[in-house]
């Protein structure tokens, strides 16, 4: 008797959330972007949203909450209600990075969030002023780093950036003495590196590419070289070993329905496979991805696992 009443409770389980499902959404959905508009990953959600809306008869509307490296538009995200109607986008600095150089985290990267799937994934690189760092390629890079007293100067795009740590991680590869400069930013980063105020940048590609000819991009943080261009090497041509992707991902929050989570996954991957998206976030230097949402919770993991160790090697303080 006993057996057959939980068969039948497990039935009506399985009813409800087929149930819940097929009636999610009902209602509008708010896609929170903790970045400004016309960023790349904005452009990117705004892309999304608009195929989201035919693929689930429903209007996304991309709210942009900067500030914090991101933190102030993820922490909303954290504290919204489970129900699938405030979705978000984080990436590496926002789940792994930042949170890692918190003494209190504003939450935690693995608890507070549903993962969903991997939006895009981004080439790191690092470039150069040829006016100011006559270098061509990171061997030269080091060697110079190591002969300069005091070593070289590095823009990022601020404080706690994987950006930051792709540096200090150089460092202790290298024994070469490398300065962090933290930014606001890519942009005002790059703008610095153009006007000669910095020699070198570690940023992502696209913020770079438009600059080409005017600055020297010497290494790449994926794995293989790329194909538009084939003369950059990666660093673990130098450093073996040392592969390092950026990534953006959407999530919702802790505690979002398991039939609500699978349909959302199935309408994002959808999204970031159209033709149009692909081609659109391409032409961004970004890589569309879109796989389950297990290789997003991986790769928060994994991502704290690596620079765990780098941060309390460098002994980075804590804000």
Wanted: proline share 9%; net charge positive; aromatic share 6%.
């Amino acid at each position: 008797m006993k057996f057959k009443t939980a068969l039948l409770l497990l039935a009506l389980a399985s009813c409800a959330g087929t149930g819940l499902a097929q009636e999610y959404p009902s209602q509008p959905i708010r896609l929170v972007v903790p970045f400004p508009p016309g960023a790349s990953t904005d452009v990117v959600s705004r892309l999304v949203a608009d195929e989201l809306r035919q693929i689930l008869g429903q209007t996304v509307t991309v709210e942009n909450r900067a500030g914090g490296t991101g933190t102030i538009g993820v922490g909303l995200l954290s504290r919204a209600q489970a129900d699938g109607y405030t979705l978000g986008l984080g990436n590496e600095a926002t789940h792994v990075t930042v949170p890692l150089l918190k003494k209190k985290p504003p939450y935690d990267s693995v608890k507070d969030f549903t993962p969903i799937t991997i939006a895009i994934r981004t080439t790191m690189a690092i470039a150069v002023n040829p006016s100011v760092l006559p270098v061509k390629n990171l061997a030269e890079l080091i060697q110079a780093a190591k002969a300069k007293s005091g070593g070289i100067s590095f823009g990022t795009p601020g404080q706690g950036s994987p950006q930051q740590l792709i540096g200090e991680l150089l460092k202790q590869r290298t024994g070469a003495s490398f300065v962090h400069v933290p930014y606001t930013g890519s942009a005002p980063a790059t703008n610095d590196l153009l006007a000669g105020h910095i020699p070198m940048v570690i940023t992502t590609l696209p913020a770079l590419m438009p600059h080409l000819g005017k600055i020297t991009i010497i290494a790449i943080g994926d794995a293989e070289r790329l194909s538009y261009l084939p003369q950059v090497q990666t660093i673990s041509e130098t450093l073996p070993d040392f592969n390092v992707t950026g990534w953006s991902g959407y999530f919702g929050p802790a505690g979002l329905p398991a039939p609500i989570s699978a349909k959302l996954n199935a309408a994002f991957v959808a999204a970031l496979k159209k033709p149009a998206v692909i081609e659109a976030i391409r032409k961004q230097s970004l890589e569309p991805a879109g796989t389950p949402a297990e290789d997003l919770r991986l790769l928060v993991r994994s991502g704290i696992e690596r620079w765990t160790p780098v941060i309390d090697k460098a002994q980075l303080p804590k804000d």
